[in-house]
T-cell receptor
Framework: RKEVEQDPGPFNVPEGATVAFNCTYSNSASQSFFWYRQDCRKEPKLLMSVYSSGNEDGRFTAQLNRASQYISLLIRDSKLSDSATYLCVVNMAGWGDTGRRALTFGSGTRLQVQP | DTGVSQDPRHKITKRGQNVTFRCDPISEHNRLYWYRQTLGQGPEFLTYFQNEAQLEKSRLLSDRFSAERPKGSFSTLEIQRTEQGDSAMYLC????????????????FGPGTRLTVL
């Protein structure tokens, strides 16, 4: 079983649609959670961190459910420029840790927003 | 450009040859990471440095792989006796560990070095 699992998609949605991605992680010791965005043949870029209380950044909302080990990303009012692969990422590093800094990535969910 | 830079951007080599990649982190970032990404997969962690100390190594980092960060600034990743299975994108990332901060610091990725082993 992969440590971080995502539906690979692709999700094909029209402009303006709302789309949700889900992710599950297997290691209950995971401490930090993120969504990264990766455009084709480019490097991953941090989209947002994910907190237990949920957080929002413009059209993007991320949720974390530690009990279910589940992370979600909601994109409202999709734009053509949102087309990319969205990577769910977890990290075991906690306060004061110098080790366990590795980010563990899911395989990504591909989103294609169509005009 | 003050982001993470990597050199070369592309490398084609024959099986059995040695290759070396370089990563220059964001200035003043004390942590540096190497990841490998194959088509259709997310990046996989290889190793991590804090300053010049190599603090974490993945099982993926076989004895043909070696990474260094001699002065705590740029880093090199060498692959000896390359195999076709080494073909991948090699990504470098850096972050700033702030002394009083906890949890995970944000990792910023470079553009990667795409390796093709023939």
């Amino acid at each position: 079983r992969k440590e971080v699992e995502q539906d690979p998609g692709p999700f094909n949605v029209p402009e303006g649609a709302t789309v949700a991605f889900n992710c599950t992680y297997s290691n209950s010791a995971s401490q930090s959670f993120f969504w990264y965005r990766q455009d084709c043949r480019k490097e991953p870029k941090l989209l947002m961190s994910v907190y237990s209380s949920g957080n929002e950044d413009g059209r993007f909302t991320a949720q974390l459910n530690r009990a279910s080990q589940y992370i979600s990303l909601l994109i409202r009012d999709s734009k053509l420029s949102d087309s990319a692969t969205y990577l769910c990422v977890v990290n075991m590093a906690g306060w004061g840790d110098t080790g366990r800094r590795a980010l563990t990535f899911g395989s990504g969910t591909r989103l294609q927003v169509q005009p | 450009d003050t982001g993470v830079s990597q050199d070369p951007r592309h490398k084609i080599t024959k099986r059995g040859q040695n290759v070396t990649f370089r990563c220059d982190p964001i200035s003043e970032h004390n942590r540096l990471y190497w990841y490998r990404q194959t088509l259709g997969q997310g990046p996989e962690f290889l190793t991590y440095f804090q300053n010049e100390a190599q603090l974490e190594k993945s099982r993926l980092l076989s004895d043909r792989f070696s990474a260094e960060r001699p002065k705590g600034s740029f880093s090199t990743l060498e692959i000896q006796r390359t195999e076709q299975g080494d073909s991948a994108m090699y990504l470098c990332a850096s972050s700033l560990a702030e002394r009083l901060a906890g949890g995970s610091d944000t990792q910023y990725f470079g553009p990667g070095t795409r390796l093709t082993v023939l």
